[in-house]
């Protein structure tokens, strides 16, 4: 098969290239392959097993670097929401039962298309503090005089840290941990995931925050807390006290990762156009962080160092 003669589709913030062919989606990852081919797939095989929609597998050639999965077509939630501003909430309540359902999942083993086992790691305070790093590794060395960075990034880890170990939640729920409405797909009507390679076992408010916080769909405060009070509605057993704190400081912690990865993908990989996100993450961090105790200290660093304007453009 030449790869070259066929169309490729809209790829995403991953190595990955995609292409149509036979009703079918190829995914191709030279780099990460496997990440992104054969724990990807182990992941879509553990939410089929759990009568949740991913994609299904077709063929591999693991060899070549290439898998074929089933092709859900073109129409994703965020385009739907998009167009149908009227509808937001039902749509988010409909995401609220998808998301129940992910978060009952208790499969952590796996056997791959390749004959091993994989087993669903979990999301450890060091993982998530590496995470949040990529933004000092990233946003703070381009952003930053040289002079000051030392001192910053000291600061910023100790908060961090700080932030982490004021986590209520230990890891044991099944969590995608890129939930958001650009990777939810509708197909005959249903709710469908994607890009779920990045599957762990870990704070169960953590899908909720990627939701509700989501840097490429800008929604109003009232939503935001429509949302919230809808999952909290449908998980009445809940510490909605312990829940709304992890729900914070994870958001935080998120989007801080993710202005990191955003001006990753720019220096590493010349993919500037996640870099216009970058205001709108630095407004949801802002939104968490306002008036709210367990966040002073973050704050107060945060503003001493990056100006509004600064956060409020981004270039290339």
Not at 3 to 17: C, I, P, T, V
Not at 118 to 147: G, H, M
Not at 229 to 244: G, H, M, P, V, W
Not at 302 to 307: E, N, T, V
Request: aromatic fraction near 12%; include cysteine.
């Amino acid at each position: 098969m030449n790869l070259n003669k066929l169309k490729s589709l809209s790829g995403d913030a991953s190595f990955r290239k995609f292409y149509r062919y036979n009703n079918n989606i190829i995914v191709v990852s030279k780099r990460e392959t496997r990440k992104n081919l054969l724990i990807y797939d182990a992941i879509n095989k553990i939410l089929i097993k759990n009568k949740i929609k991913a994609p299904k597998l077709i063929s591999q050639n693991y060899k070549s670097k290439n898998i074929q999965i089933e092709d859900f077509g073109n129409t994703t939630v965020y385009q739907q929401i998009k167009n149908n501003k009227k509808k937001k909430l039902i749509y988010y309540k409909n995401i609220i039962k998808l998301l129940n359902l992910v978060q009952k999942i208790k499969t952590k083993k796996i056997k791959t298309f390749y004959g091993s086992i994989y087993e669903v790691p979990k999301y450890s305070k060091k993982i998530l503090l590496n995470e949040a790093k990529l933004f000092i590794d990233w946003y703070v060395s381009k952003k930053i005089k040289k002079k000051y960075q030392t001192l910053l990034k000291k600061k910023l880890i100790l908060v961090l840290k700080s932030l982490i170990n004021k986590i209520k939640f230990s890891n044991r729920t099944f969590v995608h941990r890129d939930f958001h409405v650009s990777n939810l797909m509708i197909k005959n009507k249903k709710l469908c995931i994607i890009d779920s390679q990045d599957a762990v076992f870990g704070n169960v408010a953590y899908d909720l925050a990627s939701l509700i916080d989501d840097v490429r769909l800008k929604t109003s405060t009232r939503l935001k807390q429509d949302i919230f009070k809808e999952y909290i509605k449908t998980n009445k057993k809940i510490n909605i006290q312990n829940f709304k704190n992890d729900f914070e400081i994870l958001s935080v912690l998120r989007n801080l990762k993710i202005i990191g990865i955003f001006t990753r993908l720019s220096i590493r990989d010349k993919k500037d156009n996640y870099l216009k996100l970058i205001p709108y993450t630095w407004r949801l961090i802002e939104q968490r962080t306002e008036k709210n105790k367990k966040f002073i200290e973050l704050k107060t660093i945060l503003d001493k160092y990056f100006s509004k304007k600064q956060r409020n453009k981004y270039e290339n």
